[in-house]
Structure formats: C-alpha cells, structure tokens
C-alpha cells in the first residue's frame, strides 16, 4: 500500500551503520515529479521547501499528509500548474490507471534509460 511518510527509516538505518548517505534509490532533492493516482506534482517548480511539502500533500490521496491539504492551497497550485489532476489534462478519473503510464515497471526504465537507471540488485524484482 502506498505511503506517504515525513521520514524514511532508511536514514536511521545510514546513521546507525555509519552510511554516508540513506539507502535509497533517489535522493529526496533530486526528486522532480510526483505521480500518484491523485495526480501530478511538478516538484521542480516549487519556489521553497514549504511549497513543495504542499504539492506533495496535493497529489498524496487519503494519507494522514494528504487529508491536512489546504483546498484553496490545492486550487491555486493546479491555477499555476505546479500540481496536475487526470480532469485538469482532460483525462477522466475513472480512465487514469496505471496503463496510461509510459513505464509499466522498474524494468521498464532500466531498459529504456539504456544503462542511466540502474537500482541496487536488491531492489530489482525481475
């Protein structure tokens, strides 16, 4: 089930075995989209850190940091097109699923990136 967290226990895990960095695979700044089946939050538009955490919280369904979203918030970040919704791009909602995505699988953006993507073997399920 998808989550949306304040931290992940990976920095825990870096600071107690002495890892220079976090376990995972993309690094939280570097992160310049966010795809949920709410919608789509252009992070790299983002003019602080406060607007980010807002774009997130947008596109972040029924979590606990989704249900704190402010909706006037929510109206003038789709107004500015930094968050996207299925309606906002005319796509209905009963018609965003997963098969409308280019990528089907982690697979498929190791294969298509030609070598650029590459995640540690222990998070590869194929």
Do not use: C
């Amino acid at each position: 089930k998808p989550t949306f967290v304040e931290k992940l226990d990976a920095v825990e895990v870096a600071k107690t075995s002495g890892m220079p960095l976090a376990p995972v695979m993309i690094y939280g700044d570097d992160v310049t989209h966010v795809l949920t089946e709410e919608g789509i939050a252009y992070l790299y538009r983002a003019e602080s850190l406060e607007e980010r955490r807002a774009m997130v919280a947008a596109v972040a369904g029924i979590t606990d940091i989704g249900l704190g979203v402010d909706a006037k918030r929510v109206a003038a970040l789709r107004q500015s097109g930094k968050v996207v919704y299925p309606e906002d791009i005319d796509i209905r909602r009963s018609d965003a699923t997963r098969s409308l995505l280019a990528a089907g699988s982690v697979a498929d953006l190791v294969e298509w990136s030609d070598g650029l993507y590459n995640p540690p073997a222990k998070f590869r399920s194929w």
